[in-house]
């Protein structure tokens, strides 16, 4: 019997849970310990010997592969993001990786027509699939991620004859469908305003490019600080000559949507590409596109990450989705409207 090495064992194991646990026909009794569970979510990530990137490297990891974590420690650098995770042989810094769940659910008993519903993602990914009359059920190329949000418009019968969601998509063009057992219906109280009562002029955010961090105000009074990720100072424009660096000034929020498919709309595109379906809780504030966002491809804090966009952490980036004017509609695909001020500074 030929040897294999660590790295390939835990590859296969990695591939063979993958296949497993989000194929369309797997068991919702899937048992598998899903506890401090990370998964990568750039090219690739190293494991060091020491929580210091300067020590010597012990294997590495693959983009979509899943990693036990055994608990973090703090170390001195990077400063402004200092946790690592302690993993099998070594030391992984948590920058790229996300931390996930595996949470099976029930399929919704019916969608009424003209009343989508939002559907969060509750497994590391889910494989989306389209249909169509010339080539029948395709396995698209991109995922869906933990954490994403996505629109169920319908039930109807899916790639392996259960009923699965049907997902408007507005980017792509084409509607995909997700294995429901694998999203949860949002209770329509996660949707809710918060404090709708106080006026427009008594709620502003404050966004300081320097120290990367973000603060809301309500009556002058702080409501949220936190740290979040702004655009890369100088990285390449994209098609329409937009920089990737955040825009300085004061701006209002213009327009809401509970969820965002950023990227190209690429149906076939490569999962490694820049596809972003479902980026959650999305608060646009130029006629650019930059916007606030709920992030799901790293924890970065602390230091620009985006194209221009301010990355924060879902469940925050969802409080202000839902603080911030104007007020969502639940139901609503969008909400547009003269919103909270924002003011962005150095």
């Known amino acids: 019997?030929?040897?294999?090495?660590?790295?390939?064992?835990?590859?296969?194991?990695?591939?063979?849970?993958?296949?497993?646990?989000?194929?369309?026909?797997?068991?919702?009794?899937?048992?598998?310990?899903?506890?401090?569970?990370?998964?990568?979510?750039?090219?690739?990530?190293?494991?060091?010997?020491?929580?210091?990137?300067?020590?010597?490297?012990?294997?590495?990891?693959?983009?979509?592969?899943?990693?036990?974590?055994?608990?973090?420690?703090?170390?001195?650098?990077?400063?402004?993001?200092?946790?690592?995770?302690?993993?099998?042989?070594?030391?992984?810094?948590?920058?790229?990786?996300?931390?996930?769940?595996?949470?099976?659910?029930?399929?919704?008993?019916?969608?009424?027509?003209?009343?989508?519903?939002?559907?969060?993602?509750?497994?590391?990914?889910?494989?989306?699939?389209?249909?169509?009359?010339?080539?029948?059920?395709?396995?698209?190329?991109?995922?869906?991620?933990?954490?994403?949000?996505?629109?169920?418009?319908?039930?109807e019968p899916g790639p392996n004859g259960d009923l699965w969601y049907r997902i408007f998509d507005d980017l792509t063009g084409f509607p995909y469908y997700a294995n429901p057992a694998h999203v949860r219906p949002l209770p329509l109280t996660d949707l809710t305003a918060i404090s709708p009562d106080v006026p427009l002029e008594k709620k502003r955010i404050e966004v300081n490019l320097t120290t990367q961090t973000l603060s809301a105000f309500e009556y002058d009074k702080q409501a949220l600080k936190t740290t979040i990720s702004s655009g890369i100072p100088n990285g390449p424009r994209d098609v329409n000559g937009i920089p990737t660096k955040t825009p300085k000034g004061e701006f209002r929020i213009m327009d809401k949507m509970p969820n965002k498919h950023m990227g190209n709309g690429n149906l076939f595109a490569d999962f490694t590409d820049y596809e972003l379906p479902g980026v959650p809780w999305t608060s646009f504030f130029t006629a650019q596109g930059h916007a606030f966002h709920g992030t799901y491809w790293h924890q970065n804090f602390g230091t620009p990450m985006s194209r221009g966009c301010i990355n924060m952490r879902t469940e925050e980036a969802m409080w202000l989705f839902r603080w911030a004017k104007p007020d969502h509609q639940i139901g609503k695909t969008y909400n547009r409207g003269f919103g909270t001020l924002v003011q962005i500074y150095y």
Do not use: C
């Not at 099998?88 to 969608?111: D, M, S, T």
């Open 1 to 155: 019997m030929k040897n294999i090495s660590r790295r390939d064992f835990l590859k296969l194991g990695g591939l063979s849970l993958a296949s497993f646990a989000f194929s369309p026909s797997f068991s919702t009794n899937l048992d598998f310990d899903d506890s401090n569970l990370v998964r990568v979510a750039t090219n690739s990530v190293s494991v060091y010997s020491q929580p210091d990137d300067t020590s010597s490297i012990v294997s590495t990891w693959y983009r979509d592969e899943l990693i036990h974590t055994y608990g973090e420690v703090s170390a001195k650098e990077p400063s402004f993001n200092p946790v690592w995770y302690r993993v099998w042989g070594g030391y992984v810094h948590r920058a790229r990786l996300q931390e996930v769940k595996a949470i099976f659910n029930k399929i919704l008993p019916a969608i009424e027509e003209g009343s989508p519903r939002l559907v969060d993602v509750t497994v590391p990914y889910t494989q989306p699939w389209r249909t169509s009359q010339a080539y029948g059920w395709q396995q698209l190329g991109f995922r869906l991620y933990y954490g994403s949000i996505h629109w169920a418009e319908a039930i």
